[in-house]
């Protein structure tokens, strides 16, 4: 188990989870009518930060963190800048 984590399959798992959500939840707003990308800052904010875990947990270079870390951050300011104007 402690392979499954350290090896950075549980942050691909959740990758893979997170991707599969985006899908489900675009599908249903769009047939509600609503558009599905509004939601991308969202999601891509939390895949930045799974990336950082991965890279972290199978020892990357720490300015591969870092550079995964401020995607997530600059998609998390376009998010809350969105939500802030709506």
Known sequence: MLD?????????????VLALEFAAIALLRR????????????????AGLLVALRFALV???PSAVGVAL?????A???????????
Do not use: K
Request: zero cysteines; hydrophobic letters at 55%.
């Open 31 to 46: 047939r509600a009518g609503r558009p599905p990308w509004r939601l991308l800052p969202t999601f891509l904010a939390g």
């Open 4 to 16: 499954f984590i350290a090896g950075g399959h549980i942050a691909e798992i959740a990758l893979a």
């Open 59 to 61: 020892g990357n270079e």
């Open 76 to 86: 998390h300011v376009v998010d809350v800048a969105r939500r802030w104007r709506d």
């Open 70 to 74: 401020v995607a997530a951050f600059a």
